[in-house]
């Protein structure tokens, strides 16, 4: 029996831009959702997506490293640029550079736990200090025309979980959507993600703006329940969409009342080479080979007796290896 047809609610909106009725979001992850690996997500049916985070202070620099990622193809609208930084001035700055680049949205990254960027007083550090964290995003709204959304944490650690009280703040000075990671910063990555405290937000009447939750959905059964369960306006995933795009399609036909089938080896196959070439165009030969082998462990994992097949690709240098080495891996893992 096919699962019901889901009850949708309303269309999902960000300031002006329309969304869907129950938007599946892609998280900005660096080093993972770059260009390349954004259309084929877009394409499989997410509904918003963001750049990887962006340094403010590499921006203003005109650091290469930091430039680069402000560039997306048309098709991945609506998308947004990710910024992030302690100086307001560097962020202010950072914001209209972004904003020249005509994304559909500026988010502020508030949830980094890595050391080297909160010890600077970015990322998560923002969640201790809610003054700061006020003045900073009103200053990036005040910088830019476009909606400004922010992705953040519960909290710095678990005596301090204050989502709560900050997304009524940003909402109170007029961030326009807010992006939840049910982890506190102490907690980095470990533990399960709380999505209690994620619908603790959601359930405040007081809060009118999209909250989009985020943490541990590694499958499209999951994203449907945080959505029924915990009442998010959306669902945003990370890990689970890395070498699965197929995510996204596969919660959009659950939400259709339909059932969906895993990808077999020939449309990983087809999909692997779709992010090669995408990313070929954008980086050339030599890094999209570097750079798309951390990807092959994603793409095939599941697959009976991948690992030799595994150790051929990443040592492969140049797209006619990597492309029959792969062809030639779908014959024999069929
Ligand atoms: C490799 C990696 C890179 C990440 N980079 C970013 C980033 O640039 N900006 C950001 O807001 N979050 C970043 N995150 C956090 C994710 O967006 C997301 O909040 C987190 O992984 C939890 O969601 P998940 O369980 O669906 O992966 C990153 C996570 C990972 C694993």
Same mark, same amino acid.
């Given at each position: 029996?096919?699962?019901?047809?889901?009850?949708?609610?309303?269309?999902?909106?960000?300031?002006?831009?329309?969304?869907?009725?129950?938007?599946?979001?892609?998280?900005?992850?660096?080093?993972?959702?770059?260009?390349?690996?954004?259309?084929?997500?877009?394409?499989?049916?997410?509904?918003?997506?963001? %750049?990887?985070?962006?340094?403010?202070?590499?921006?203003? $620099?005109? &650091?290469?490293?930091?430039?680069?990622?402000?560039?997306?193809?048309?098709?991945?609208?609506? *998308?947004?640029?990710? *910024?992030?930084?302690?100086?307001?001035?560097? /962020?202010? =700055?950072?914001?209209?550079? #972004?904003?020249? =680049? @005509?994304?559909?949205?500026?988010?502020? @990254?508030?949830?980094?736990?890595?050391?080297?960027?909160?010890?600077?007083?970015?990322?998560?550090?923002?969640?201790?200090?809610?003054?700061?964290?006020?003045?900073?995003?009103? &200053?990036?709204?005040?910088?830019?025309?476009?909606?400004?959304?922010?992705?953040? $944490?519960?909290?710095?650690?678990?005596? +301090?979980?204050?989502?709560?009280?900050?997304?009524?703040?940003?909402?109170?000075?007029?961030?326009?959507?807010?992006?939840?990671?049910?982890?506190?910063? +102490?907690?980095?990555?470990?533990?399960?993600?709380?999505?209690?405290?994620?619908?603790?937000?959601?359930?405040? +009447?007081?809060?009118?703006?999209?909250?989009?939750?985020?943490?541990?959905?590694?499958?499209?059964?999951?994203?449907?329940?945080?959505?029924?369960?915990?009442?998010?306006?959306?669902?945003?995933?990370?890990?689970?969409?890395?070498?699965?795009?197929?995510?996204? #399609?596969?919660?959009?036909?659950? /939400?259709?009342?339909?059932?969906?089938?895993?990808?077999?080896?020939?449309?990983?196959?087809?999909?692997?080479? *779709?992010?090669?070439?995408?990313?070929?165009?954008?980086?050339?030969?030599? $890094? %999209? %080979?570097?750079?798309?082998?951390?990807?092959?462990?994603?793409?095939?994992?599941?697959?009976?007796?991948?690992?030799?097949?595994?150790?051929?690709?990443?040592?492969?240098?140049?797209?006619?290896?990597?492309?029959?080495?792969?062809?030639? /891996?779908?014959?024999?893992?069929?």
């Amino acid at each position: 029996m096919p699962p019901p047809k889901f009850k949708t609610t309303e269309l999902i909106k960000i300031g002006n831009i329309e969304l869907a009725d129950f938007p599946v979001i892609l998280a900005p992850m660096e080093d993972v959702t770059d260009t390349a690996f954004r259309l084929i997500c877009k394409e499989f049916g997410a509904n918003l997506m963001y %750049t990887e985070f962006i340094s403010s202070e590499g921006l203003i $620099r005109d &650091a290469f490293k930091s430039t680069r990622k402000l560039d997306f193809d048309e098709a991945e609208r609506p *998308i947004g640029i990710q *910024i992030f930084g302690h100086q307001k001035d560097s /962020m202010i =700055a950072a914001a209209k550079l #972004s904003s020249a =680049a @005509n994304p559909d949205l500026i988010d502020i @990254n508030y949830g980094c736990p890595v050391k080297k960027v909160v010890s600077k007083g970015a990322g998560a550090a923002f969640l201790r200090d809610i003054p700061r964290m006020v003045e900073m995003t009103r &200053a990036v709204i005040k910088a830019v025309d476009l909606p400004v959304t922010i992705k953040t $944490r519960l909290g710095w650690d678990d005596d +301090s979980k204050n989502i709560v009280e900050v997304a009524k703040r940003m909402q109170d000075i007029g961030v326009k959507a807010i992006a939840i990671h049910g982890r506190t910063r +102490s907690q980095l990555y470990k533990g399960e993600a709380d999505w209690d405290t994620i619908a603790e937000v959601k359930a405040n +009447s007081e809060i009118e703006i999209p909250i989009f939750g985020n943490g541990d959905v590694i499958n499209a059964e999951q994203a449907i329940e945080k959505f029924k369960i915990y009442g998010v306006d959306g669902v945003m995933i990370g890990r689970g969409a890395m070498g699965n795009p197929w995510i996204f #399609s596969q919660i959009k036909a659950l /939400m259709r009342g339909e059932t969906y089938n895993y990808p077999d080896i020939n449309e990983r196959v087809r999909v692997c080479k *779709i992010h090669y070439n995408n990313s070929i165009k954008i980086k050339g030969e030599t $890094r %999209t %080979t570097n750079e798309i082998r951390k990807h092959y462990g994603n793409y095939f994992k599941g697959i009976a007796n991948f690992k030799p097949w595994k150790m051929k690709l990443i040592t492969a240098e140049n797209t006619e290896e990597v492309f029959n080495i792969l062809d030639l /891996m779908a014959l024999e893992l069929q």
